[in-house]
Each structure stands twice: as structure tokens, then as C-alpha cells.
């Protein structure tokens, strides 16, 4: 069974940082990209970065280009969001998810939901300012 679960969420004054993982089971992890997605109260769910298989490629949305960081340790099969420099508006639940499916994982797919065949639970973000 495929499980994703995020952790490291919690409260974060607006300027400082906070680690989120989310470690993965019941699929070969490294095989698989996966993505941060976040979803304010009111709002949409919005992609926040994502990592190809093998590391190879990292995407990021305009808004935290810059301050935050993905990355993977497939032995230890978990992918990291480093996050600097918040901001009141990255308060969020945030939650991983995994495209299994095998095929292209770039810049134009990335940020769409429907790429991602599981999801996992969230982790809830307040930056307080």
C-alpha cells in the first residue's frame, strides 16, 4: 500500500525557517517524482515545488522560488522541503504527493494535481508575523 506521510509543520515566526519531510512507503521511492502542494484556509490548493526521480530536476512556484528548497534521500526514502525566509502568506497545510506512473516529469507538469496518483496527509504551516 502506498503511504506518503509530511511532518516538521508547526508555528514560525514570518522571517524564520522550518524543515518539512515527507517519508514515503510501499513503492520503489526512487523511482518516483514527487511534489509539494499547500493549501490555505479559502483557497485553492497550489503548487509549491516538486523532484524528479534521481534528484535531476527541481521545480519551484514563483512565490517561493528563492527561499525554499527541495530534496530527496532515496535510502532513506523521505524528500525535504527546506523553507527560509517565510511569510505570513506560506501559512498553509502542506502535503506531499508521488507521480508513480513513470512518464515525463518536467516544468509543465509539475504544478498540476492530476499528475500525482497519491497523496498523503498534511502538515499544518503558521507563520505568524
Known amino acids: 500500500e502506498v503511504q506518503l506521510q509530511a511532518s516538521g509543520g508547526g508555528l514560525v515566526q514570518a522571517g524564520g525557517s522550518l524543515r518539512l519531510s515527507c517519508a514515503a512507503s510501499?513503492?520503489?521511492?526512487?523511482?518516483?517524482?514527487i511534489g509539494w502542494f499547500r493549501q490555505a484556509p479559502g483557497k485553492e490548493r497550489e503548487f509549491v515545488s516538486g523532484?524528479?526521480?534521481?534528484?535531476?530536476?527541481?521545480y519551484y512556484a514563483d512565490a517561493v522560488k528563492g527561499r525554499f528548497s527541495i530534496s530527496r534521500d532515496d535510502a532513506k526514502k523521505t524528500v525535504t522541503l527546506q523553507m527560509n525566509n517565510v511569510k505570513p502568506d506560506d501559512t498553509a497545510v502542506y502535503s506531499c504527493?508521488?507521480?508513480?506512473?513513470?512518464?515525463?516529469?518536467?516544468?509543465?507538469?509539475?504544478?498540476?494535481?492530476?499528475?500525482?496518483?497519491?497523496w498523503g496527509q498534511g502538515t499544518l504551516v503558521t507563520v505568524s508575523s
Open positions: 504527493a508521488a507521480d508513480v506512473d513513470g512518464g515525463y516529469y518536467g516544468d509543465k507538469n509539475a504544478p498540476n494535481v492530476r499528475t500525482y496518483e497519491y
Open positions: 510501499g513503492f520503489t521511492f526512487d523511482g518516483y517524482a
Open positions: 523532484i524528479s526521480e534521481g534528484g535531476r530536476g527541481t
